[in-house]
C-alpha cells in the first residue's frame, strides 16, 4: 500500500511539476526555433486552404467569413466550408459569398467525415482549419505560414485566446478564472513543447498543417486536432506554436459545459491511442518524453489521485505522514465540494448558448484583442 | 452583455461580487479552482468509461 501512496504521489507531482520543470530546462538547454519568415516579406507565400468543417452554423457563418476575408495574407487564399448534413438554410446564408468561397455539402457524418471533404476539395499548400465560432486576428494566417520556409516543420498551431483569461470576473462563466488559469498553464507546456521539437497536437480552432502531409481521418475522430498533426510528428516534422497567430473565443459558460468538453477531449486521446500506436513507442515517437509526460500523464493522473486518496486512508492509523497526507486531501475535496455547492447554487442559468449571441461575443473579444494584438502586446 | 468601461461581458458591480452573482472571496475562489481541477481530471475516469463501454462522448 505505501508503494501506492508514494507511487500515485510521485505520477501527480511529476505530471503537474516534474513535466513542467524538465520541459522549462530542456527548452534553455536544447531548445531550437523554428526558421520563420517576416510577416512584412512580400513575395512566395504558399498557397493557403481554409477549411471550415460547420453544422447548422448558419447564424455564425456570415461573420466568420467576413473575419477571414479581412485577413492580412499576401498569397493566394481560398475559404472552404465544409457543410456536414446541415438542415439551418447553411446553403443560402452563405450564397452571399458564392464568389469568394467553395461550399461543399456533405450528408450528416461527424466533422472528421466533413474535414476529409474539405481537404479533398482543397488545393492549397498549407491547410489551415478553423471553426465557426471563433474569430481570427488580422495576421493570424499569415503567422501560421511564415513558419512553413522550414522544411522540417510540418504543422503550426496558433494561440487561442478566451476572454477569461484577462478577466475572469467578465467572462461570464462561472468556472472563468479556474479554466483561464489552466488554459494559461497548457498554454506555456506546449510553448515550450514546440521550443524542444514539438508541440503534441494543436488547437483545432487555428492550426495549419502541409497538404502534402494530411492522410483522411477516420470517420468517428473526435480530435481532428491531435491526430492529424501528430501523424506529421511521427513522421518526423515538427509542430510549432505560432503565438502571433491569435484566435478569440468565450469560455465555456459552466462546469457541465467544460466538463463534457473534457470528457469528449480525453476520450480522443484513448482513441488516437488505438489508432496510432506507434505514439507509444519510443524509438517510433520522436517526442515520446513528451508525449507520455503530457497526454498520458492527463489519462493517469485521475487514477493516481484515487490511489493516493485510498492509500492514504489504509495507511493514515500507522504512520503521521500518511494522517497529515489525508487531512490535506480531504480538506482539498472538502473545498472542491464547496466548489460545487456553488456551482449548482450560482451556475449562470442564461449563459450564452445562442448562436447570434455568441457570434457577437467572439467578435467582441476578436475587436478588444486585435489593437493589442497588432501593438505587440501578449494579452 | 453589457459593455462595462471598456470591458466586455456582465456589467461590474462595485461590490466583491463577480459574474451571475459569485463571490470573489478567496476561499470560494479556491473552492472553484479546487472543483475545477477535480473536474478536469476525474473526467479522464469518466472518458474511459464512455470508451470501453462505446458510449457517444459528444452532442
Excluded at chain 1, 465557426?132 to 493570424?140: K, L, M, S
Excluded at chain 1, 492550426?207 to 498533426?229: E, I, K, M, N, T
Amino acid at each position: 500500500m505505501e508503494t501506492i501512496f508514494w507511487g500515485s504521489l510521485l505520477l501527480i507531482a511529476y505530471v503537474y511539476a516534474g513535466y513542467p520543470a524538465l520541459l522549462l530546462l530542456w527548452s534553455r538547454v536544447a531548445g531550437e526555433p523554428a526558421r520563420r519568415r517576416a510577416l512584412s516579406e512580400t513575395s512566395d507565400w504558399p498557397s493557403i486552404s481554409v477549411i471550415i468543417a460547420a453544422r447548422n452554423e448558419a447564424a455564425r457563418l456570415p461573420g466568420r467569413i467576413e473575419n477571414l476575408l479581412e485577413q492580412h495574407y499576401r498569397g493566394p487564399l481560398e475559404i472552404i466550408v465544409a457543410s456536414d448534413g446541415s438542415t439551418d438554410g447553411t446553403a443560402t446564408v452563405l450564397s452571399a459569398f458564392a464568389d469568394r468561397i467553395r461550399l461543399i455539402e456533405v450528408a450528416p457524418g461527424g466533422k472528421a467525415t466533413a474535414l476529409n471533404a474539405g481537404v479533398a476539395a482543397a488545393s492549397g499548400e498549407i491547410l489551415v482549419f478553423a471553426d465557426a465560432r471563433q474569430r481570427f486576428g488580422p495576421h493570424a494566417i499569415a503567422a501560421l505560414a511564415s513558419n512553413f520556409d522550414d522544411p522540417r516543420v510540418g504543422g503550426a498551431t496558433g494561440e487561442l485566446i478566451l476572454n477569461c483569461e484577462r478577466d475572469w470576473a467578465d467572462s461570464a462563466s462561472s468556472i472563468g478564472e479556474s479554466v483561464g488559469l489552466y488554459w494559461r498553464y497548457e498554454k506555456w507546456l506546449r510553448r515550450h513543447e514546440s521550443r524542444v521539437r514539438s508541440t503534441l497536437g494543436t488547437t483545432g480552432a487555428i492550426y495549419a498543417l502541409r497538404h502534402s502531409l494530411w492522410r483522411p481521418l477516420p470517420p468517428g475522430a473526435l480530435l481532428d486536432d491531435v491526430l492529424a498533426p501528430m501523424r506529421a510528428v511521427l513522421r518526423g516534422y515538427r509542430i510549432v506554436f505560432e503565438e502571433r497567430a491569435q484566435a478569440f473565443d468565450w469560455v465555456v459558460p459552466n462546469a457541465a459545459a467544460e466538463s463534457a468538453r473534457k470528457i469528449r477531449t480525453l476520450a480522443g486521446n484513448y482513441q488516437i491511442l488505438v489508432e496510432e500506436p506507434a505514439l507509444l513507442v519510443p524509438f517510433l515517437n520522436p517526442v515520446w518524453v513528451q508525449y507520455v509526460s503530457h497526454k498520458l500523464g492527463r489519462l493517469v493522473v485521475a487514477w493516481a489521485l484515487l490511489g493516493l486518496l485510498i492509500s492514504s486512508i489504509v495507511l493514515a492509523p500507522r504512520r503521521w505522514p500518511f494522517t497529515v497526507a489525508l487531512i490535506l486531501q480531504l480538506g482539498f475535496y472538502g473545498l472542491a465540494a464547496f466548489g460545487a455547492w456553488l456551482e449548482c447554487k450560482g451556475s449562470p442559468a442564461s449563459a450564452p448558448t445562442s448562436g447570434d449571441t455568441q457570434v457577437s461575443q467572439a467578435d467582441a473579444v476578436a475587436a478588444e484583442g486585435v489593437p493589442q494584438t497588432t501593438g505587440g502586446t501578449r494579452l | 452583455m453589457a459593455v462595462n468601461a471598456g470591458r466586455i461581458g456582465p456589467a461590474r458591480r462595485e461590490d466583491e461580487a463577480g459574474p451571475m452573482g459569485v463571490s470573489r472571496g478567496p476561499v470560494r475562489r479556491a473552492a472553484r479552482v479546487a472543483y475545477t481541477f477535480v473536474l478536469m481530471n476525474y473526467a479522464a475516469v469518466e472518458a474511459l468509461v464512455r470508451v470501453c463501454l462505446g458510449r457517444q462522448v459528444w452532442r
